[in-house]
Every structure is written in C-alpha cells, then in structure tokens.
C-alpha cells in the first residue's frame, strides 16, 4: 500500500469528525431557533451561527470526505468489497441529509421555517444512525 495512505486515512479521519460534528450541532441548532420569533435578534444571531458552521465547518470537511474516501479506496482497492459498497450507501445518505439541513438552513435564514422542535430533534437522530452504521461496517468489516 502506498506510504501516503495513512495521511490521507488520518486526514479522512479529521474531515470525518468536523462533518460529524456539524451534522449533530445544526439540527440542535433548528430546535432552538424554532422558537426564536423572526426577525429577533436571536433568531439573527441563529442565522448566523448556523450559516457559519455550514458554510465554513460543514461543507469542506464533506468536501474533504469525498475526497480522502475515493482515494482511500482506489489505493487500497476497496471497490468491489461488500462492506465498502454498503458503507458507500451510508455515505451518500449522509451527503443527503447534509444538504436536506442546507435547504432548511435557507428556510430559516428567509424566515419560513415551517418545521416544529421535535422534527429538527427527530432529524438529529439519522446522521447518529448513519454514523453508527459506518463505524461497524468499516471496523467489524461484517460482510
């Protein structure tokens, strides 16, 4: 295996917990902005935290994922393995929900947020799954 290898897995690795990181804090972000009346200053000191942790933590840490992860698997050659492939799906669902929290994110920042607390708490919950998910597949390599 190449001698970079483990530099690009250690810097996957990094990118992988900012974009964590940021999928679990926004939609706790949204739970509290839905109850900041619009146009408050809470609700534009929201906006801007929320604005800030996508476009400056969020989007290139996703970036660099997508960019670690294939060459990960083309140097090691991880293409035609089941948990890889299945791991793949969990990825690009996670890059789903990622952009599902964008377009609310622009709800709120015009605000027509039309969501409740308790969707924003529900929707916290599936890059936890996914995370989960990921992790087992990659370290138990089950299949």
């Not at 990118?15 to 999928?23: R, T």
């Not at 890889?84 to 890059?95: C, I, R, S």
């Given at each position: 295996?190449?001698?970079?290898?483990?530099?690009?897995?250690?810097?996957?690795?990094?990118?992988?917990?900012?974009?964590?990181?940021?999928?679990?804090?926004?939609?706790r972000l949204f739970v509290y902005h839905c109850s900041a009346a619009a146009r408050s200053e809470k609700s534009e000191t929201f906006k801007v935290m929320e604005r800030r942790l996508l476009r400056a933590?969020?989007?290139?840490?996703?970036?660099?994922?997508?960019i670690t992860g294939p060459a990960m698997a083309w140097i090691a050659d991880y293409w035609y393995e089941?948990?890889?492939?299945?791991?793949?799906?969990?990825?690009?669902?996670?890059?789903?929900?990622?952009?599902?929290?964008?377009?609310?994110?622009?709800?709120?920042?015009?605000?027509?947020?039309?969501?409740?607390?308790?969707?924003?708490?529900i929707a916290n919950e599936v890059p936890t799954v996914a995370m989960i998910v990921i992790v087992i597949l990659v370290v138990v390599k089950p299949f």
């Open positions: 295996m190449a001698a970079y290898f483990e530099w690009i897995k250690a810097l996957h690795i990094i990118a992988v917990i900012a974009w964590m990181a940021g999928l679990l804090y926004l939609p933590i969020m989007n290139p840490a996703m970036i660099v994922v997508w089941p948990w890889f492939l299945a791991k793949l799906v969990f990825v690009v669902m996670t890059t789903g929900v990622h952009h599902a929290f964008g377009r609310w994110r622009k709800n709120f920042e015009a605000d027509r947020n039309s969501r409740s607390e308790r969707f924003y708490r």
